[in-house]
């Protein structure tokens, strides 16, 4: 009868486990390191990349808020002859050439709307997180101060303005005032350019007179107001790009 003898099989020692596990326990907190390192690196480049984005955004913003703030500067110095006017008017309720002018540059406005390209993309892709705080908290205080701004405007700008086209066209005749709402563009117009060749009035109601007129000085103090939360979000806009660029080294 065979005897078979089992190869003998040296056992293992606890030192040459523990190093097996050692190894094992290395490889494997190196390769979650190394992936971390690498989703660090791609998250910052991304968080750049929103950066730049933004301001892009951001100088597109400014050169807008620039044309329109031009644009309201010459509606203020337009609108500020109405106590002139007035005066005229009131005299002699078929001296209103005056009011052609009052008429052009109270009939529309320029609304400014931000471009919310890349605030939009880190809200839909959640990618505030990989913006440091201060970069995240900035952009969201710019957004908060143009929502204040929009608000503003299509509220208590957007009221006066239509109280003052209402009273017009009460107050007009059809045929002298329709040249001016004609007019679809106050784009590089001076003051002076619209007149009316007739008497504008339709009627000798002095009390609608005095009615559209006070609500033109009424519109004249909100553009103000409009144009001055637009100068500061302009102000604040440019700080923002000026920082982005020292901080990020962004040319």
């Known amino acids: 009868m065979e005897v078979h003898h089992h190869p003998h099989v040296e056992k293992k020692g606890f030192k040459e486990y523990f190093l097996e596990f050692l190894m094992i326990f290395l490889a494997v907190t190196l390769g979650f390191f190394a992936e971390n390192i690498r989703e660090h690196i791609k998250d910052n480049k991304q968080g750049k990349q929103y950066i730049r984005s933004l301001v892009e955004d951001l100088e597109a913003d400014t050169m807008r808020m620039g044309d329109i703030i031009q644009f309201d500067e010459a509606k203020i110095t337009a609108l500020n002859n109405m106590y002139q006017c007035y005066d005229t008017v009131t005299h002699n309720l078929k001296a209103t050439s005056c009011m052609g002018e009052l008429i052009k540059y109270s009939k529309v406005d320029r609304p400014f709307h931000i471009n919310d390209r890349t605030i939009t993309q880190l809200n839909n892709a959640g990618g505030f997180r990989l913006l440091e705080k201060e970069d995240a908290d900035s952009i969201l205080a710019y957004e908060r101060m143009y929502r204040d701004d929009y608000d503003f405007e299509i509220t208590n700008y957007q009221e ?31 003051p002076g350019s619209s007149t009316l060749n007739e008497p504008l009035l339709f009627s000798d109601d ?8 006070n609500q033109l000085q009424l519109y004249l103090r909100v553009t103000k107001a409009q144009s001055m939360l637009l100068t500061q979000l302009q102000s604040r806009a440019t700080n923002l790009i000026n920082f982005y660029k020292s901080k990020h080294h962004i040319k």
């Open 160 to 190: 006066a303005q239509d109280n003052v086209r209402n009273t017009l066209n009460e107050l007009a005749d059809f045929k002298s005032v329709a040249p001016l709402q004609s007019v679809s563009s106050l784009s590089g117009s001076q």
């Open 206 to 213: 002095r009390a609608l007179l005095n009615k559209w007129f």
